[in-house]
């Protein structure tokens, strides 16, 4: 059965420091992977997502996730954070089921940035 | 407008009454999901929608749970003599494409629904 672990619950960081949200997947078939951000008071949106190719891929906000087959790994990475980025991110990885794609959520991980 | 939206967003039911809740996905997209979201958790899936067609109903936990989609948009997921355990976040989601959940899905706000 596929799997999405999210090894951090919460993370705090002060503000203009790095970050990174850790996401490990198991699964015996190919996988898609996806960040999915969930600000305060709003609904889920995409952050970014890998599909195949390049496996560093990367949002218009400044944050990237390297897909590492080897690790089953896609870990979210900011060099920099502003106090705007704080909110909960979900890993999500989709994989082929029955009519279609099923996607399954990690339990999230809520970063929280410190002025 | 031009999101996902979904009502009530918030319904108190008492144990053992029937609930409705609705999507309205936004127009034009073919596939629509649910989720339950409990207290700490990300979503899980419960039923997945392309058009009319219920491709994937593999996460409803039990026969409580019926979601439906009968013109291929709005969408109902009703649940029958709700229990304390029923008490979640749901979570509804569309995608223009009709690969399911391989491309960016869309979320409503949700509904938190509370069993008393």
């Known amino acids: 059965a596929q799997s999405v672990t999210q090894l951090d619950s919460q993370v705090p960081v002060f503000e203009e420091a790095p970050v990174e949200l850790r996401c490990n997947y198991s699964?015996?078939?190919?996988?898609?992977l996806f960040w999915y951000v969930q600000y305060p008071n709003q609904g889920l949106q995409l952050l970014l997502k890998?599909?195949?190719?390049?496996?560093l891929v990367k949002s218009i906000n400044g944050f990237e996730a390297e897909f590492n087959k080897s690790q089953t790994s896609f870990h979210l990475r900011k060099p920099s954070v502003h106090i705007s980025d704080t909110a909960e991110y979900f890993c999500?990885?989709?994989?082929?089921?029955?009519?279609?794609?099923?996607?399954?959520f990690g339990a999230g991980t809520r970063l929280f940035v410190k002025a | 407008g031009a999101g996902v939206s979904q009502s009530p967003r918030y319904k108190v039911a008492k144990r053992g009454q029937d609930v409705a809740l609705r999507c309205d996905p936004i127009?034009?997209?073919?596939?629509l999901f649910w989720y339950q979201q409990a207290l700490g958790q990300g979503p899980e899936f419960l039923t997945y929608?392309?058009?009319?067609?219920?491709?994937?109903k593999s996460g409803l936990p039990s026969d409580r749970f019926f979601a439906e989609r009968p013109e291929g948009s709005v969408s109902t997921l009703k649940i029958q003599r709700t229990q304390q355990e029923d008490s979640a976040v749901y979570l509804c989601?569309?995608?223009?494409?009709?690969?399911?959940?391989?491309?960016?899905?869309?979320f409503g706000p949700g509904t938190r629904l509370t069993v008393t």
């Open positions: 989601a569309s995608s223009l494409s009709n690969a399911g959940g391989l491309y960016e899905q869309y």
């Open positions: 699964s015996s078939v190919s996988v898609y």
């Open positions: 890998y599909l195949s190719g390049s496996t």
């Open positions: 999500a990885v989709s994989v082929r089921n029955t009519g279609g794609f099923k996607t399954i």
């Open positions: 127009s034009g997209h073919v596939s």
């Open positions: 929608f392309q058009n009319e067609a219920q491709l994937d």
